[in-house]
């Protein structure tokens, strides 16, 4: 097996649920963990090598900056905790400046890896990082909606009762409070939606969207009050996309890219469906929206692209 290192900054909940999930699935030869409080990052690494025996064969660490040489993939998952009842756009500014060291010290290091974001606001700090490292737009991707689209596929199999993973169908836009479902698009074992019957089991009536899409878009919020934060189930998705990147599987993943005239939305990033490879981000996919998907997609890009002039104002 050819040499894998992926290192991680941040072993908050994401970071270290996140380095367990590599470990399992065996991603990597070597993981780095790179945290601000050092003896958290070596508990870590201390309690995973504990499990090498019973899971896969790695080199596990805490490190520094300089242990960044010759990582393949660099995940960031550092930041301010999202509080209960605040959104993520509230993070923003508590954000930046953490993220701003981050990206200085990476760059010091390594200019070749992929950046894998997952701080919170991604699609906004996804941004920052392509601006503020000037590495290539296909090499820095945010989680984006694949999260969301793993929790909407989840929603609608409750409803219907069938296995999620015979359920296509995406959430796009923001990771967060303007993100849209793509209805139109939605398949269920090769059934488009718009083709179901209303006698099917199958058939998801307006309220029932309704209710999916609000508990959809509203899943984190939820998860927050009760526990204090999410971390298993963007473990995961982050180990989907880096499994993706390692393993050249040109994926299609609803990830955070830069767009630049995706359907007349420019200069911001947000989730859409992309192939994912060795490379990065190798493809950015055209949906096939129906008018009103595609406003809404230009309403979530014109909020984040307010935001981004209020950063800019404020800097």
């Not at 009842?85 to 981050?102: V, Y």
Request: charged share 25%; glycine share 8%; hydrophobic share 40%.
């Amino acid at each position: 097996m050819n040499k894998r290192k992926i290192v991680i900054v941040g072993s908050g909940a994401v970071g270290s649920t996140f380095a367990y999930t590599v470990l399992i699935k065996g991603l990597a030869n070597e993981l780095v963990i790179i945290d601000i409080n050092r003896d958290k990052a070596e508990g870590d690494a201390l309690d995973l090598n504990h499990g090498i025996l019973l899971a896969q064969p790695m080199e596990i660490y805490a490190g520094s900056y300089a242990d960044c040489v010759g990582a393949d993939i660099i995940v960031i998952t550092a930041g301010a905790a999202q509080k209960p009842g605040e959104t993520r756009t509230d993070l923003i500014q508590r954000n930046i400046a953490i993220f701003r060291q981050i990206l200085t010290g990476i760059r010091e290091y390594n200019s070749t890896a992929i950046l894998l974001i997952a701080t919170n606001p991604v699609d906004i700090l996804t941004y920052i990082a392509i601006k503020l490292t000037s590495l290539p737009k296909h090499q820095v991707i945010g989680s984006g909606t694949l999260l969301d689209s793993a929790r909407f596929r989840y929603l609608i199999s409750e409803k219907i009762k069938i296995d999620p993973r015979s359920i296509h169908g995406l959430i796009v836009g923001e990771h967060g409070d303007t993100e849209q479902p793509i209805w139109s698009l939605l398949n269920i074992a090769g059934i488009n939606q718009t083709q179901i019957s209303q006698e099917s089991r199958l058939y998801l009536t307006d309220d029932e969207k309704e209710e999916i899409y609000y508990k959809t878009k509203n899943a984190a919020y939820q998860i927050i009050e009760k526990k204090g934060a999410t971390y298993y189930a963007i473990g995961l998705a982050l180990a989907r996309i880096t499994e993706a990147i390692l393993g050249d599987q040109k994926s299609v993943l609803p990830v955070s890219v830069y767009l630049d005239n995706y359907k007349g939305i420019s200069d911001v990033c947000l989730g859409i469906p992309c192939v994912i490879g060795r490379k990065g981000v190798e493809e950015i996919l055209d949906l096939p929206l129906v008018r009103e998907e595609e406003e809404k997609l230009k309403l979530s890009a014109k909020q984040m692209q307010k935001f981004i002039e209020e950063i800019r104002l404020t800097q």
